[in-house]
């Protein structure tokens, strides 16, 4: 659900091509890393107030894969907005439609591709299996 409000401001600071908008995209991906749903508003949001309306059952996953993936978004949605302070617009629109694809493959799947690049790099051994005990299933 949060996925769904992340493509809906997408699609609005590409369509603007305005900094301060990839610079909201990208806070509420800072705040989102730094504490989860409680902090964002868009979290809180799509936690409290759409997920519980529109899906009844949700496929939890444990924290630190989509921690990670959030942690993805903030380095595209910050990639966006430095490229488009550069006055690199079109670059920002483009790393931003990259974003757009991965929210709508959790928006409409539950494809979390940062879940899976989380637990690619845990079976490689990147990130250690004491990050993530229940990882191993993601």
């Known amino acids: 659900s949060t996925a769904g409000l992340v493509i809906v401001l997408a699609v609005a600071a590409i369509a603007v091509n305005q900094w301060w908008l990839y610079a909201v995209l990208a806070a509420g991906f800072a705040l989102r890393v730094a504490g989860g749903p409680r902090y964002s508003p868009f979290g809180r949001l799509a936690v409290h107030v759409i997920a519980p309306k529109v899906w009844r059952k949700d496929k939890t996953v444990p ?47 539950g494809f979390c591709l940062g879940c899976v690049v989380f637990g690619y790099l845990q079976r490689a051994g990147v990130i250690p299996d004491d990050v993530c005990e229940a990882c191993n299933r993601v």
């Open 63 to 109: 924290g630190p894969p989509k921690r990670f993936a959030q942690t993805v978004g903030l380095v595209f949605s910050g990639s966006a907005l430095i490229l488009s302070l550069a006055g690199l617009g079109l670059a920002a629109q483009i790393v931003t439609a990259a974003l757009v694809a991965a929210a709508f493959l959790e928006f409409a799947f």
